[in-house]
Every structure is written in C-alpha cells, then in structure tokens.
C-alpha cells in the first residue's frame, strides 16, 4: 500500500488564547496531488499548512509525512524534514539587498554547516543547480540582480527556485499570489503547476482567489473556523460549493 505524502488523524490545535485553530482534521493528501486549500481569514489554513512542517506544533492527535509521526520530531528529525518540505510565502522572505543567485543559493543553508552558508562558500555543483531553478521560472537573466531590484512577482519566483534547491517532495504555498496583481498571480501558479506535474511534488497551496483554485488544483479543501467542511475532486467541484465554503447563506 502506498503512504499518502501528507496525513492528518483527529488534529487538534488550540492556541494559548483559546483561539480554536484546528478542530477534528482527519485529511490524507497522496503523492503528487495539486491541493487548494480554501476559506476565509481566519479559517486555520496558514495552521493547517504551517503544521505540516511543524512550524506550528499541534495540541492532540497525529500528523504523517509518507507513514511516519512527525509530531515528536526535534533537531535532526525536524532539519531533515525540514529539507524535504519547501515553504513559500507571501511576503517572499528574501533577504532584499542579496543578489538573486544567493537568495537562490539559501535553499541549501540547512545541507552546509553553518560557518560555511554565513561565509556564502556554496559547492560549485550547488551554483549550478542554482541557475539550473532560475531556468525553470525563467529568471536566469537576473542572475547577478539584486532582490529589491525586482517586481513582486520576481520575487516570488525567486523563492519559488529557492525552493527547487532543497529538492523537496513537498511544497507548501501560504498565499503565495495575495500581493500581485491577476496576470502575475497566473505566472506563479503555472510554475508552481510546473512543479507538480514535471517533477511530481506534492502542492499545498492557501488561497484567496476562488477563480485560481478552480484552474489550477486537482483537488480543493474547504476550512471554517478550524474545521474540514468541503474536500472534493476539482471535477466534482462547481462554484456554488464555494457559497458553502464561505457560508454565504449564513448556515
């Protein structure tokens, strides 16, 4: 039997305020799924995504990455699942006054000791791989640019090739498009398709835009106040679920 890559069993999170993040999730998501995950501010995605790689820690139940718990991982166990987990956000998180090339280059801080990533000594097969990720979002000619050069949606494919340097199984996407406009919006998420279908990772992606979740996932999950409420196929899906999703009759 094949592991699913990502499973949530009776995952419970409540914050130190009370606050309910995470209520009842039992989800499995297999190897080379296209996920949307859907719902208004405040209905647990960036939890449920960040929780994945344990940037969040859960208050009860279980969470799998191909079979096994990673709930109790620490140091080691959590770099290396660290590694295989690339996460992409909204803000880009690039350090701004650095070339693109050693932003790039900073998808493989957690493969070096840390004097040597400080220091910027990268191997030469890693500056390779390095423009071999810009190629494929199509950003090699800003090799040598600086960041903050760069239009929003540069960035984002900058730390989408960051990404591609951890060679990771898994990518988690937490609003990844809320800051650009519609047509660069569109270019993120054909990378990020590119992705997914070439190489087969697995995405997990938070979105806003209903229109992009319907064009580019092969699977959309619906969250309300901390709880699983839609989970279909894309071909099952039509945009009166999302009426429910949302809860705009006021159930």
Excluded: C
């Excluded at 209520?23 to 960040?50: H, M, P, W, Y």
């Excluded at 660069?184 to 070439?198: F, G, I, P, R």
């Amino acid at each position: 039997m094949i592991e699913p890559a990502i499973a949530f069993k009776d995952v419970q999170k409540v914050y130190d305020s009370g606050t309910i993040g995470l209520k009842d999730i039992n989800l499995e998501i297999q190897k080379g799924e296209f996920i949307a995950v859907v719902g208004l501010s405040g209905a647990g995605k960036s939890t449920l995504l960040r929780s994945i790689n344990k940037m969040h820690d859960i208050t009860s139940g279980d969470i799998l990455i191909d079979g096994k718990s990673i709930v109790n991982y620490k140091s080691k166990k959590l770099r290396a699942l660290r590694r295989n987990i690339g996460m992409i956000f909204q803000n880009f998180n690039l350090v701004k006054q650095r070339t693109v090339q050693r932003n790039v280059l900073n998808g493989r801080v957690g493969f070096y000791p840390t004097w040597k990533s400080v220091l910027g000594l990268f191997s030469k097969a890693d500056k390779n791989k390095a423009v071999e990720s810009l190629k494929t979002v199509n950003l090699l000619d800003k090799l040598y640019t600086r960041t903050d050069q760069l239009s929003g949606g540069q960035q984002q494919r900058v730390a989408i090739a960051r990404t591609l340097m951890q060679d990771p199984k898994i990518i988690l996407a937490d609003e990844p498009v809320a800051s650009l406009d519609p047509v660069t919006s569109e270019a993120v998420m054909d990378d990020l398709k590119n992705l997914n279908e070439q190489l087969g990772i697995t995405v997990v992606v938070n979105l806003h835009s209903v229109e992009l979740a319907m064009k580019y996932a092969s699977r959309i999950i619906g969250l309300r106040s901390g709880q699983l409420v839609y989970d279909q196929p894309i071909n099952n899906v039509s945009n009166g679920d999302f009426d429910k999703i949302y809860d705009k009759a006021g159930h």
